[in-house]
């Protein structure tokens, strides 16, 4: 296994002091993403959010200072991220407000219609099964509730090339915005928009769970 093989399989799932130094650092690298695409949802200040894939935890943190008379759910499948995700939100989690817990997108340990929003940041490309795994997914949410994902690749966009350098290396899905759009569609959500950030190869969808 190659030295970015290695990389992108912690990537993937952190784990070890190599792991957890990473997801600290995905605090910092996902930010900026992070930021636009919450910029094309609005979170209520009572919400109750999940949030998969949580790795370093800052996308649940932003989320809590948001929510701040909800509350706010972090599933990573990798124990280390869950160790540093806790950590960041120590006092969050201390008040009541935040819960990091380990487990997979494919079987979600929390009841029908619990959440208000999804949101899933850098974590589709490495999904089981995605289509299976989005039914889950809105099995858990309300009706009528939101599902925001970002990645930082797509196909076809103006990265294109390196991407798939990428996706050569280690198991990833890796889809174009018309395959985003179609697997939503496939996995019965609607109200779908996907938002492409061209030149810097990031894209967005936002989608619900039917009423």
């Avoid at 290695?6 to 002091?17: E, N, T, V």
């Amino acid at each position: 296994m190659s030295i970015f093989n290695r990389l992108l399989s912690q990537c993937k799932r952190p784990s070890g002091a190599f792991g957890r130094m990473l997801a600290r650092g995905m605090n910092s690298s996902h930010s900026p993403l992070t930021m636009w695409a919450l910029g094309h949802i609005e979170v209520a200040v009572d919400s109750a959010a999940l949030d998969l894939g949580c790795g370093g935890g800052r996308t649940v943190n932003r989320l809590a200072k948001i929510a701040v008379e909800g509350w706010v759910v972090g599933l990573d499948y990798s124990e280390d991220s869950v160790v540093v995700s806790r950590r960041k939100n120590a006092k969050h989690i201390h008040e009541g407000r935040v819960e990091i817990c380990q487990a997979s997108v494919s079987s979600i340990p929390y009841e029908d219609n619990t959440f208000d929003l999804v949101t899933a940041v850098e974590t589709l490309y490495f999904w089981p099964t995605p289509q299976a795994d989005l039914l889950e997914v809105q099995r858990v949410m309300k009706p009528g509730s939101r599902l925001l994902i970002a990645c930082t690749m797509y196909k076809g966009g103006k990265y294109d090339a390196r991407n798939r350098r990428f996706v050569g290396e280690i198991d990833m899905h890796y889809f174009s915005v018309e395959e985003f759009q179609n697997l939503l569609e496939a996995s019965e959500f609607d109200d779908i928009q996907v938002h492409v950030e061209y030149d810097k190869g990031w894209i967005c969808a936002v989608a619900r769970k039917a009423p």
